[in-house]
């Protein structure tokens, strides 16, 4: 063996340290040969090697070896005193103090460690568990230390607690805060919060790209940039049946009260309306709700580019980019083959033969009542109205059609021989019943019930009798029937189970016709906003309420025929307060105050700046008399968007 030569060391001339044979006298044990005692501390070692005087010294100065015994002591020595950075042989501080000073300093390395390792288990704690206890963590971590499977591959996010349950973040809520899962629950709503921000902001991008196109009403008459789109989604509206709808008046509400029959019967639905009341989502609804925000945003990514394409082929062919009402139709019909459905419910845009969504190849088509309206596009007659909107007749389709004035009549009449349809229509009060081609639906009796009405109406199939319409008006009672009988159709033409139909009226709503918004003094909104509508709508407003007093909130779209819905107004409204509609299309305010005082009079005719001063106007004016509060009554008409802004005046959803 070598022995360690240490250095300016001196030896014997027989080769040993001096002294060891003396040393060895005093006792046997490992280093007894240096004068070092049994069970000798750090320090006493240290002394007894590089004390003076000792043999050690001599050992260390001159000797040829070490003894192997005192090797350690030796390196451990050494060690100590190069780890702390000093020599041990430098002037005043002699190795002991070295030795002493680098154990100070890894103590206080050790506290500093240990202090760290506290915080960062707090830290994580906190993170990863709800009750944030470091004792919890220290028993979840002992708990996968004697787990030696190797899981990974199938872990799951759930942490249990030590005995195993699942809740056990809830449970340490509930002691530290006396609260179950307030910690849980306030981070995730948190998360929610950012998450509905991101969401919200990205919703405002693509509704901003969507109305940054031609608005619905400059009607782009072509199906051609559909149809090329449709083709690149390889026509995704071919997926589902399709229900139709045109008309004038009514067309919406035929579609909520057709949508939600089929849903009870079972079937996954989507309806696709216009224009919209309070979000631009409500147009495509699923299962008889608006589209989430989340599927709006991916309904627009998801289609985006192949409009892109389109939009690049139409203008350089000097067409225009495909409309807003177009993207929105295109969304509607793939995201209906998405989600899926069963039955898709379409209403028209404008007219019908060129309305983007007579793309879809129905099998059943209904026609509300035909009078005039969009004039600059439809025509100016009923006839050429009528023309444009029996252009959704599909061949060999079942067609369901109201009461029509004779002229639209007839045309739809030449339309459905020409396609061959089976026709259902509604019974016109001069026909025999018994007559051969009279119509089989009708409504054969009305009675008014609280929240709207009991209605009994017959079909080709059955007569359904005592059905409760949450919706007021006659008007409203033939819609349902158009509804039923469309839903009859898409079954086959047999009747419907009675329960079916009770459940499918009854869940039936129609924001922003003839809803009541306030009540003491009762406060109403209606959509309608062209003569035929409000003709409608006036005799259910005198039905439903009875009022003594009514006044009328009116504005209006500069295309309408303002002088004709006033004059509706007039003999029922004791007076009209003006108001303005914030759109570009909206008639100017004091123009509509003027056209109001040659109808109405000028006592009977206030203008207001705002909707809500305009309302408080009204308000006033029908408590004006000795009449009891719930015979005056406030009728705000005239246009969907000011529907829409009195229903957010009045915070409806």
Same mark, same amino acid.
């Given at each position: ?51 003076? $005087?000792?043999?050690?010294?001599? *050992? #260390? +100065? =001159?000797?040829? &070896? ?7 002591? @030796?390196? %451990? ?91 056990? $973040?809830?449970?340490?809520?509930? *002691? #530290? +805060? =006396?609260?179950? &899962? ?7 709503? @948190?998360? %929610? ?114 409009? %892109? ?345």
């Amino acid at each position: 063996m070598t022995h360690h030569q240490g250095s300016g060391g001196a030896a014997s001339a027989e080769g040993e340290p001096t002294g060891r044979a003396e040393n060895g006298a005093k006792g046997s044990h490992p280093g007894a040969a240096f004068g070092i005692p049994a069970r000798a501390t750090a320090e006493e070692v240290v002394d007894a090697v590089f004390g003076t $005087g000792g043999a050690s010294t001599g *050992a #260390r +100065d =001159g000797g040829e &070896g070490i003894d192997p015994g005192l090797l350690p002591y @030796l390196e %451990a020595a050494d060690a100590s005193a190069a780890g702390g950075g000093q020599d041990p042989s430098a002037p005043g501080r002699n190795l002991a103090e070295a030795r002493r000073a680098a154990g100070e300093r890894d103590e206080a390395r050790s506290a500093a460690e240990a202090e760290d390792l506290a915080a960062l288990r707090e830290l994580v704690a906190h993170n990863m568990l709800a009750s944030g206890d470091p004792d919890e963590l220290d028993a979840l971590l002992a708990e996968v230390d004697a787990d030696g499977s190797d899981d990974w591959e199938s872990w799951e996010p759930v942490l249990p607690d030590a005995d195993g349950d699942p809740d056990g $973040g809830q449970k340490a809520d509930a *002691a #530290r +805060d =006396g609260d179950p &899962g307030e910690g849980d629950a306030h981070r995730r709503a @948190l998360l %929610a919060a950012a998450r509905g921000v991101e969401v919200g902001e990205r919703m405002r991008q693509v509704e901003a790209e969507i109305l940054s196109r031609a608005p619905e009403h400059r009607v782009q008459p072509s199906l051609e940039r559909i149809e090329a789109v449709m083709d690149i989604l390889g026509h995704p509206e071919r997926a589902y049946r399709v229900i139709h709808i045109t008309g004038t008046n009514g067309k919406t509400s035929t579609a909520r009260m057709t949508e939600r029959l089929l849903a009870a019967a079972g079937l996954r639905t989507g309806r696709f309306t216009s224009p919209h009341l309070a979000t631009i989502r409500e147009r495509i609804s699923l299962d008889g709700e608006p589209i989430s925000e989340e599927g709006f945003i991916a309904a627009w990514e998801d289609v985006a580019p192949y409009i %892109a394409m389109v939009d690049e082929r139409s203008t350089a062919g000097g067409g225009p980019r495909m409309s807003f009402f177009e993207v929105l139709t295109v969304m509607a019909l793939a995201v209906f083959a998405d989600h899926p459905v069963d039955a898709a419910v379409i209403e028209v845009g404008m007219g019908g033969t060129w309305d983007c969504t007579n793309i879809v190849d129905s099998d059943i088509e209904i026609i509300t009542p035909i009078g005039l309206d969009h004039a600059a596009w439809l025509g100016s007659t009923i006839r050429e109205v009528a023309e444009n909107k029996a252009g959704i007749i599909k061949d060999g389709a079942t067609l369901i059609t109201s009461l029509q004035d004779p002229r639209a009549q007839e045309v739809i009449a030449a339309a459905a021989t020409e396609h061959r349809v089976v026709w259902r229509r509604e019974l016109d009060p001069q026909e025999d019943p018994g007559e051969p081609g009279a119509g089989e639906l009708s409504v054969r009796s009305r009675e008014l019930a609280v929240g709207g009405q009991l209605v009994t109406l017959a079909t080709a199939a059955a007569v359904y009798e005592d059905v409760f319409v949450p919706l007021h008006g006659e008007y409203q009672a033939r819609n349902a029937l158009l509804a039923l009988a469309a839903v009859e159709a898409f079954f086959g033409g047999r009747a419907l189970p009675p329960a079916l139909v009770e459940e499918g009226f009854a869940s039936t709503t129609s924001p922003g016709r003839l809803e009541v918004l306030r009540s003491s003094p009762t406060v109403i909104v209606d959509a309608g906003h062209n003569p035929h509508g409000v003709s409608a709508l006036m005799p259910a407003v005198e039905e439903a309420f009875g009022f003594t007093h009514l006044v009328a909130v009116m504005g209006a779209m500069a295309d309408k025929d303002v002088e004709g819905i006033l004059s509706v107004l007039e003999p029922a409204c004791d007076a009209v307060v003006c108001v303005p509609i914030d759109s570009p299309r909206a008639m100017d305010v004091e123009d509509l105050g003027a056209v109001a005082r040659e109808v109405f009079g000028e006592d009977r005719v206030q203008v207001a700046q705002a909707l809500a001063d305009g309302v408080d106007r009204a308000v006033a004016l029908s408590e004006g008399g000795d009449a009891p509060m719930t015979s005056s009554g406030v009728l705000i008409v005239g246009s969907v968007i000011l529907a829409a802004e009195a229903r957010a005046l009045f915070r409806r959803p």
